[in-house]
Every structure is written in C-alpha cells, then in structure tokens.
C-alpha cells in the first residue's frame, strides 16, 4: 500500500536560497528537455521511450552546463521525466472531450517543485532535532507533527515551494502490508447526502453542519483590495500579495481538515458509504450559488472517501444522484418540490421526513443495490437517536455543528455510543 505524508520544511534565509535555486536548475532543464522533446519525431518510439532517450542526454548536458553538477542526479531525471506525465494528463482531457493544446515553457512561478526518487534523502537527528537531509543540499529542519510507521519504507520526497513562501516536505511511502478486504455482507451501512446548508445528511439521523468561512472571506475580500492598490512588481506589491495567498491558504487547510476528519470518520465507522456521485462542474456553471458549491468541495470529499474507504476495508458506492431527492424513500413515486421546500411528503403512502433525509435513504438503498447487497424493502426504519444530542424536534435528525468535528479529539469522530455524545 502506497501512502503520502506531508510535513512543514523550517528552512533558514540560506536554505530558501538554495532551495530556490535548485528548484530554478530543475525548472531550466525541464524547458531544455522540452525543447528537445518536439524535435523527437512520434514515430520514433513510444512516449515514455522518448522521454527516456532525453533523461539519458543529461550527463552529456553536464558537460557544458555546470549548474547541473550541483544537483542530485534523480533530481534531474524526475524533472525530465515529469514531461511523461503532463502528456499523459492532456491526453487524459482529450479523451474526455476537452480542447488541448500543447505542453509550454514553464515560467518561475509555475514550477513550485523537485523530487528525490528512491535515493539521495533521509531523515536524521541533529543538534537534538530532526532535520531532512538532502544530498547536494542542506540539513533542512522538518516540522514531524506525525510519525511514520516503522514498517514503512521511503520512496521518494517531493519538495515544494507554496505561494505563501513556505515550503513542504510530501514523503511517498510503501508499506509492506495488504488492504483489508470489504466484508461480504456489511452490517452497518450509511448513505449520505451533501448539501451546502448542512453538509452531510446521513441515514443514521445525523446532520453535520457547514463550516462557516465568513470571516476568512472578509479577510481575503479585504487583502484583496489593498493588493489591487499597489503598483505592480514592487516590494510592497509582493508582500501584499504573500497576505493574499496566506488568506487562501487559511480558507484551504480550514476546509481540507473538516474534509479530512468526516470522510475518516465515515470510512471507519462504517462497512458500507453510498454517496452522491455529483457533476460539481456542471452545477458550477450555474449562475446562482456557485460560489458556494465550490466552497462545499463535494468532488474532494468524494476522492477522499474513495481512497479512505479502500484502506479502512469499507465498500464505497458513488450513486446516480438523479431522482434522490423527488423518490420517496417507502413508496418510491417521485414528487416534485422546490428547493426551498425542506420537508419531504409522500402524497402517495404519506411517509414524511426531511428532505435530505429522504434522500439519503434513496441514497443507501441504490448504494446496495451497486455493491449487490440485498436489503429491505420496507419503509425506513426512524434512527433511534443519542440521550443528550441536540435534536430538531420536527424533523428527528441529531445536528452536529461543524466546530465539533473540526476540534481535535471530538465524540463525534470517535464513537456512536449515546455515552460519547452525552458527555
């Protein structure tokens, strides 16, 4: 199983230099390596065989090119061989419909990164803290919030310059264990239905609210605004925009750690997840609301769902979203409401329940029926709900703010139990 840990770099104003510089070197080469890649004819081989043909020029490039002495040598051929992957990439958005071009010149602002593969890098302890040693480099000191396993095994380190002037450490780790199997017939089983004004709405009766990003957005709303009254390429330019990109960087960790803590949640908790499987793009194209359906991120939760379920042993069902919210969850006949009509009411068996309620049962029931789980056909049966939850007594749903699950160590993220939630 191949994992990613991502640490903060501590680097002094000389290791920046020369992190920088090193990233510059790369940046170079990858334009010469592109250079010498259009001249390639297509027919000349395979597109990793030509790519291959241009990473083994680089000790001849050596000769002339003294620079590339100075950086480790895998340094230099991941840089080329990243041209192998962007083609791939654009290849990838062909296939899917999109116009593409071709691969350009990457400008200074462009290439935030240079990769270690399989040697050159460790982890050491020096002067009583832990530092990352790269060859050819420094002895750069890393922020270990987080130990790796010891059954791990390092693969590659991939080091990376972010808008706001800081740089990271993201590890690519082998571990020599399998992931577990999802159990044949999965005995907890939730569906869930995302939403802006509360973010996910599951079977269980549980409602998770929206993280609240109003006063990060004041903040970025206002930076903004001095940014846009400095003159462009001077000193106070760039520092005004090093707050910019710290302000995004705020709205960005705040919400990829609720992403992170509910999907976790939801992957252990549970033997089967059935979710949505939304075209945010679309709906992005709409003219009311967009804003705040790219602030929800429903396509991250999703891609970390998938990839948590799959190391927890969870099966993952990404369902048809069409219908989910019109079906009744007991009858199935299809009624139609708008959208502020919160409350869902089946003229035809009279089963009422909230409207995002109704949907998550849609929701599990098609769920199972992907993963070819049988399940009943009855109507659904009222979660029995925590002593102590905070519970709207019209709808019978626990609401659980989105503060509880972004705080470190939160009942909610750890156990169902009405003992963990009472307290």
């Given at each position: ?6 640490y903060r770099l501590k ?406 139990t009405a003992s963990a939630?009472?307290?």
């Amino acid at each position: 199983m191949y994992y990613a840990y991502k640490y903060r770099l501590k680097p002094s104003d000389a290791h920046c230099e020369e992190l920088d510089r090193h990233r510059d070197i790369c940046r170079q080469l990858y334009n010469h390596a592109l250079y010498r890649f259009n001249q390639v004819p297509e027919d000349t081989g395979t597109l990793n065989q030509r790519v291959r043909s241009i990473r083994d020029e680089i000790p001849s490039l050596k000769d002339w090119w003294g620079d590339l002495l100075d950086v480790y040598s895998t340094v230099l051929q991941t840089a080329v061989m990243r041209i192998e992957q962007n083609v791939k990439s654009l290849g990838g958005l062909k296939d899917n419909g999109h116009g593409v071009g071709q691969l350009k010149w990457k400008p200074p602002r462009e290439f935030r990164s240079f990769t270690y593969s399989q040697s050159g890098f460790k982890l050491d302890k020096k002067g009583g803290q832990t530092v990352l040693s790269l060859s050819k480099l420094a002895d750069i000191p890393i922020r270990l919030h987080r130990a790796i396993p010891d059954d791990a095994t390092l693969k590659q380190v991939t080091l990376k310059k972010e808008p706001t002037g800081e740089w990271f450490a993201t590890f690519g780790v082998e571990m020599d264990r399998e992931a577990p199997e999802p159990p044949e017939s999965p005995e907890k089983c939730v569906g869930i239905d995302v939403g802006i004004c509360k973010y996910a709405h599951d079977t269980d009766g549980t409602a998770v609210g929206s993280l609240d990003h109003s006063d990060e957005r004041e903040r970025l709303e206002r930076e903004q605004r001095k940014l846009s009254r400095k003159e462009y390429g001077s000193n106070n330019y760039e520092k005004q925009r090093r707050r910019v990109a710290e302000c995004h960087a705020d709205l960005r960790r705040k919400r990829r750690d609720f992403l992170h803590k509910l999907s976790a949640y939801y992957a252990r908790e549970y033997d089967l997840v059935a979710v949505e499987d939304l075209n945010v793009k679309r709906m992005m194209e709409s003219p009311s609301n967009s804003r705040n359906t790219a602030s929800a991120a429903w396509r991250t939760f999703l891609s970390m769902l998938i990839y948590k379920c799959e190391r927890e042993g969870t099966h993952f069902a990404a369902v048809n979203p069409s219908g989910t919210t019109k079906e009744c969850a007991s009858c199935g006949v299809s009624t139609d409401k708008p959208l502020w009509v919160r409350e869902h009411s089946c003229p035809a068996c009279g089963f009422e329940a909230d409207r995002d309620a109704n949907a998550a049962w849609n929701i599990l029931s098609r769920g199972l029926e992907d993963v070819g789980v049988g399940h009943s056909e009855g109507t659904p049966v009222e979660t029995a709900l925590p002593t102590g939850a905070d519970v709207d007594d019209d709808l019978s749903f626990r609401l659980v703010p989105a503060k509880r699950v972004v705080e470190a160590g939160s009942p909610p993220l750890k156990e169902r139990t009405a003992s963990a939630v009472s307290e």
